[in-house]
């Protein structure tokens, strides 16, 4: 049965789709580099061959997976700033908790794209994504220091870099069982107490 289900999402076209959620539930499982591309295909229900036909190899694979990863991953954060209302600071820490949130409800395309040893800048399709899902940060930190003087004004790339750094280190730690897993506090206790002290450092957040 599961080969004949295989066959029909690959004469309707979804075969190459059907591969990229199994591959997500492989990493998920497995981790990144555990499985084989005919593991993945023995997941959707078809040969071995059969994913040759999409895919160059279970790298390009796992490329597609982080790819869609990081389309979905900037729509999240895109929502969540909603065009920076009601406040540019509220927008912000609502990005850090869709951040959370992404890593928590998609681990298996999470760890495709920031876990799994890829090279963005080696696909230009990759990184086209990726830099999407940055732009938001971007823009999220430009406009938190449009009250502050030019010539006060940190790098916003600086900031929005630093707090990616902080979300991505607050998932490793707090958000998925790992060591800080016990922790009395939960993940977006963690990651939005963090956000307003370094943000309060840059003059943002009023003592």
Same mark, same amino acid.
């Given at each position: 049965? @599961?080969?004949?289900?295989?066959?029909?999402?690959?004469?309707?076209?979804?075969?190459?789709?059907?591969?990229?959620?199994?591959?997500?539930?492989?990493?998920?499982?497995?981790?990144?580099?555990?499985?084989?591309?005919?593991? *993945?295909?023995?997941?959707?229900?078809?040969? &071995?061959?059969?994913?040759?036909?999409?895919?160059?190899?279970?790298? $390009?694979?796992? $490329?597609?997976?982080?790819?869609?990863?990081?389309?979905?991953? @900037?729509?999240?954060?895109?929502?969540?700033?909603?065009?920076?209302?009601?406040?540019?600071? +509220?927008?912000?820490?609502?990005?850090?908790?869709?951040?959370?949130?992404? @890593?928590?409800?998609?681990?298996?395309?999470?760890?495709?794209?920031?876990?799994?040893?890829?090279?963005?800048?080696?696909?230009?399709?990759?990184?086209?994504?990726? $830099?999407?899902?940055?732009?938001?940060?971007?823009?999220?930190?430009?406009?938190?220091?449009?009250?502050? &003087?030019?010539?006060?004004?940190? &790098?916003?790339?600086?900031?929005?870099?630093?707090?990616?750094?902080?979300?991505?280190?607050?998932?490793?730690?707090?958000?998925?069982?790992?060591?800080?897993?016990?922790?009395?506090?939960?993940?977006?206790?963690?990651?939005? +107490?963090? *956000?307003?002290?370094?943000?309060?450092?840059?003059?943002?957040? &009023?003592?």
């Amino acid at each position: 049965m @599961a080969e004949e289900s295989g066959r029909q999402s690959y004469h309707h076209g979804r075969l190459r789709q059907a591969l990229v959620d199994a591959t997500a539930r492989l990493i998920e499982e497995m981790g990144p580099r555990a499985f084989t591309l005919a593991e *993945a295909a023995r997941q959707v229900g078809v040969s &071995p061959a059969a994913p040759y036909r999409h895919f160059r190899g279970r790298d $390009d694979l796992v $490329d597609e997976v982080a790819r869609q990863g990081y389309l979905e991953f @900037a729509d999240r954060l895109e929502k969540a700033f909603d065009g920076g209302r009601p406040s540019p600071l +509220s927008a912000f820490l609502r990005m850090g908790r869709a951040y959370l949130d992404f @890593a928590r409800e998609r681990p298996g395309f999470y760890i495709a794209m920031f876990e799994s040893g890829i090279s963005v800048a080696g696909n230009p399709e990759l990184s086209l994504a990726a $830099d999407r899902a940055e732009s938001m940060l971007l823009k999220a930190a430009e406009q938190l220091f449009l009250r502050v &003087p030019p010539d006060r004004r940190p &790098p916003a790339r600086m900031v929005a870099n630093h707090i990616w750094a902080m979300s991505h280190g607050v998932v490793e730690l707090f958000g998925r069982g790992k060591p800080g897993g016990r922790a009395p506090f939960s993940a977006e206790e963690m990651l939005e +107490s963090a *956000a307003i002290i370094y943000l309060r450092g840059l003059g943002i957040v &009023p003592e």
